[in-house]
T-cell receptor, first 114, second 111 residues
Framework: AQSVSQHNHHVILSEAASLELGCNYS??????LFWYVQYPGQHLQLLLK??????LVKGIKGFEAEFIKSKFSFNLRKPSVQWSDTAEYFC????????????FGTGTRLLVSP | DAGVTQSPTHLIKTRGQQVTLRCSPK?????VSWYQQALGQGPQFIFQ???????QRGNFPDRFSGHQFPNYSSELNVNALLLGDSALYLC??????????FGQGTRLTVV
């Protein structure tokens, strides 16, 4: 069975600080990887996705993530956060075989202070 | 604009009652999945519909059932509601190589 671990449950940063959120998954086969963001009062939005190819994936709003297969990791990064990045971030994985279910981590709540 | 629309946005039900939640997928998407998100948790997969049939199911009891219509819209039904069914219910639609797109969700409170 697939599982996803997000090690940081709460992160507090000042504006302009760099961000890295950890995500590790457990699955024996080929996977697709995702980061979703949920801003306060809004729906889950897709930040970026990895299906294959270049393991460094760039998403919206300056976010990027790197897939390291040997470490089963897909960490999310942003060089300089803004107050508007305050949100909850979810890492998710599904098996790369058709429309498989998404398995989510428990989320990381990010607070950026101005 | 999420593209995926859900109704209603909020609902309060009594234990033992039944509830129906509705979802219209993003235009062009033919696969609909439902998730339950408890407070402080990540979404948990309930089931997925494709071509009007349940294609995958998560670890949820038979009290949870669904339906997909020819226009790809979907319903989630929960019978014999329990207090523990209180959660945010999310609908997601998907298409190959695009990832899943989520609606705003329906906040269900069981009292």
């Amino acid at each position: 069975a697939q599982s996803v671990s997000q090690h940081n449950h709460h992160v507090i940063l000042s504006e302009a600080a760099s961000l890295e959120l950890g995500c590790n998954y457990s699955y024996g086969g080929t996977v697709n990887l995702f980061w979703y963001v949920q801003y306060p009062g809004q729906h889950l939005q897709l930040l970026l996705k990895y299906f294959s190819g270049d393991p460094l994936v760039k998403g919206i709003k300056g976010f990027e993530a790197e897939f390291i297969k040997s470490k089963f990791s897909f960490n999310l990064r942003k060089p300089s956060v803004q107050w508007s990045d305050t949100a909850e971030y979810f890492c998710a994985v599904n098996a790369n075989t058709g429309f498989q279910k998404l398995v989510f981590g428990t989320g990381t709540r990010l607070l950026v202070s101005p | 604009d999420a593209g995926v629309t859900q109704s209603p946005t909020h609902l309060i039900k009594t234990r033992g009652q039944q509830v129906t939640l509705r979802c219209s997928p993003k235009s062009g998407h033919d696969t609909v999945s439902w998730y339950q998100q408890a407070l402080g948790q990540g979404p948990q997969f309930i089931f997925q519909y494709y071509e009007e049939e349940e294609r995958q199911r998560g670890n949820f009891p038979d009290r949870f059932s669904g339906h997909q219509f020819p226009n790809y819209s979907s319903e989630l039904n929960v019978n014999a509601l329990l207090l523990g069914d209180s959660a945010l219910y999310l609908c997601a639609s998907s298409y190959p190589q695009q990832g899943a797109f989520f609606g705003q969700g329906t906040r269900l409170t069981v009292v």
